[in-house]
């Protein structure tokens, strides 16, 4: 086995964070907000070009090759994709990211350290190292999010002084009066036109719309919420959680090349991954089509209600996506290959500096000046 080259491995971690931190703002944009698009929908445009640029391996000099592992990674990696992508739309672009990457390094130090027992000079130095850089990446997970937190409490304050009965946003009326609109247009039958206002209705299912005008704006400040079987939960809430599992979870998404023979390992590996990541993607779509065909008891409307592409809308910002996320997945990749699983990927994770500079100063989700020095000064120290 060839030695290790630092040199490049740290070079393709450096690349690694620069697509894993930009590839999210496509997510974010306008295009995006404005249609309300389904996780899955861009994991799809993201998975598509994944496994269209896996191809362009073939230019560095690398040979095709194949392995089975690839379709595993995909496993790993689209249902973390899908949850990445919600906890970007619905808790923001530096939090999420900032627990994405804190876990991804956990995760990745789990199966390189413990696991696999990759060597390493020191492991009490190893193990300072990994939880300096969780202590970082959780201070400037926490100061990119201050604002926000800062405006839901004055919003809060405001709300006690006032009469609860004429302030009190409720939530039921709402879904009631969507329900009675969108019954009184519809010829369908009882248990079709039930499913179907609740697909319809932006409060009851926001994954199943296709409004042009986004949901969010249509509710109180830091009231946003979804209700899932039944019951109500913050957007916001919701998108910390989904940034957690796409860590824990997809955080596993090389692991499998650890068990790959030969050739398929490093470069060798991108085409599998990009294969199983399309693979994967297409299997998810058909299970939740049968999903919907069993839950309706008709195919015709089991299609219907499936969230639509916006191709004309998407086709750019999802490339786009997909291209970055391809861009830090080879870098990852690599990294992984020269430093190990403990080190490559974790190191890869600096996405969160280039994510925490995109909401900062693109979209301004951090505007006073005392947090952002905080937040760089957490930056420092990772």
């Known amino acids: 086995m060839a030695e290790p080259n630092l040199v490049l491995g ?6 690694g964070a620069i697509g894993f931190g930009s590839f999210a703002v496509p997510i974010k944009g306008d295009a995006a907000t404005k249609v309300d698009i389904d996780p899955l929908v861009m994991q799809s445009y993201k998975s598509l070009m994944c496994f269209l640029t896996s191809w362009l391996v073939i230019l560095l000099g690398q040979e095709v090759t194949f392995t089975w592992w690839g379709v595993v990674s995909g496993l790993f990696w689209v249902p973390g994709g899908a949850f990445n992508i919600f906890a970007i739309r619905n808790a923001g672009l ?36 990994v939880w300096l850089i969780m202590g970082g990446l959780y201070g400037m997970s926490l100061y990119s ?46 248990s079709t036109s039930s499913y179907e206002n609740e697909s319809r209705n932006p409060l009851a299912n926001s994954l199943e719309i296709s409004s042009a005008e986004p949901v969010r704006e249509k ?36 692991v499998p090349m650890h068990y790959s023979k030969g050739d398929t390992g490093g470069l060798g590996y991108v085409i599998s991954f990009g294969t199983g990541a399309l693979l994967v993607t297409i299997f998810i779509w058909i299970c939740r089509f049968f999903f919907m065909v069993y839950k309706l008891k008709s195919i015709k409307e089991g ?7 916006h191709f004309r809308v998407m086709w750019l910002p999802g490339a786009t ?20 699983q403990g080190v490559g990927y974790p190191a890869s994770q600096a996405a969160l500096l280039v994510a925490g500079l995109w909401g900062i100063f693109y979209y301004r989700e951090v505007t006073k000046p005392k947090t952002i020095i905080k937040w760089f000064a957490s930056a420092f120290v990772t």
């Open 10 to 15: 740290w070079f393709a971690a450096f690349v």
């Open 94 to 129: 530096a939090i999420s990211q900032g627990i994405v990457a804190s876990s991804i390094v956990m995760v990745s130090f789990i199966w390189g350290n413990i696991i696999f027992k990759e060597p390493a000079k020191s492991q009490i130095m190893a193990y300072s190292a």
């Open 145 to 190: 999010t201050s604002d926000w937190v800062d405006t839901d409490h004055d919003h809060d304050d405001r709300e006690d002084t006032t009469n609860n009965d004429e302030d009190e946003y409720n939530f039921e009326d709402e879904e009631q009066d969507a329900f009675l609109n969108d019954n009184s247009t519809t010829s369908s039958t009882s």
């Open 219 to 254: 509710l109180p400040p830091g009231k946003g919420v979804i209700i899932v079987c039944g019951k109500t939960f913050q957007r916001r809430n919701l998108g910390l959680i989904s940034a957690l599992l796409c860590g824990t979870w997809g955080g596993s998404c090389l």
């Open 303 to 309: 299609y219907t209600v499936l969230p639509p592409f």
């Open 321 to 340: 996506a997909g291209t970055l996320w391809s861009l830090g997945n080879v870098g990852s990749i690599v990294a992984v290959q020269q430093l190990g």
